[in-house]
């Protein structure tokens, strides 16, 4: 399966979508530059009083469960209604699923109440969520045993969405379609937020491309792209963080079309 990343890249940059946030607060302004920074228009609305009319004027909807409140997920279900309604991809990131009761089950009330487009979480996190008897550390990874493509594939299907596992090799499936995607750098996992930001770089993609599972793919190996061209001249985490936006900001194509290591 060829993937034209960039393509996608240029046509967010031309169409500057809207996307629509309810998100983590630790990461909510990481989150917002990185949409901005590819060319997009971040909205972070939570209040349950105008998420849905917030949903009107975006092409895209991002959940972010990492620091949820009873009341966030309330507004999460009516900003996804909404999204349905208006025929937008939601993408939902199960931040921290598999670390304590409430986040899985308020997960779980998500994608029962809503259709979700893209389902995105670290491996322990999504096989959380597909039922298997795992823990998160927090909202880091813990060791998940088996094979995640076929695990992926699984909660794909069930969920009739598409499940992205980010990790050191990037899993991306629709259920009949699946997508490696081996680019990105060991100094991404030592930045908070990189995690968040991944979701909402998903966002904007699948703000300007139906075929999800292409736009996710797309959207973290330019993300990866990014990172490793980032590493290239930063000292540590806050260099890094720094030349991560800016390279997002600066990817061009013979750049991407060089790095890119993506396969079916």
Known sequence: ?????????????????VVHHLT????????AQVVKSLGASPVMAHAREEVEDMVQIASALVLNIGTLTPEM??????????????????????????????????CLELLDEAPIGVIKGNASEVARIGGQSVRTKGVDAAEVTGDLAALARKLAKEREATVVITGKEDIVTDGARTYRVA?????????????????????????????????????????GIA?????????GPVSFKQALLDALYGLDRPTVERLQRVHG
């Open 1 to 17: 399966m060829t993937l034209h990343a960039f393509d996608l890249l240029e046509r967010v940059r031309r169409q500057q979508p």
């Open 227 to 235: 990172g490793e061209v980032a590493a290239s001249g930063s000292q």
């Open 183 to 223: 680019n990105g750098h060991e100094m991404m996992t030592r930045v908070v937020g990189t995690g968040c930001m991944a979701a909402s770089v998903i966002g904007t993609f699948v703000a300007v491309e139906r075929d999800l599972a292409a736009a996710a793919a797309s959207a973290l190996a330019c993300f």
């Open 73 to 106: 997920i309330e507004a999460m279900k009516l900003a996804a209604k909404a999204a349905n309604r208006k025929g937008i991809p939601v993408v939902l990131d199960v931040c921290g699923a598999g670390a304590t009761g409430l986040r899985d089950r308020k």
């Open 24 to 31: 983590n607060w630790v990461t909510i302004y990481d989150c």
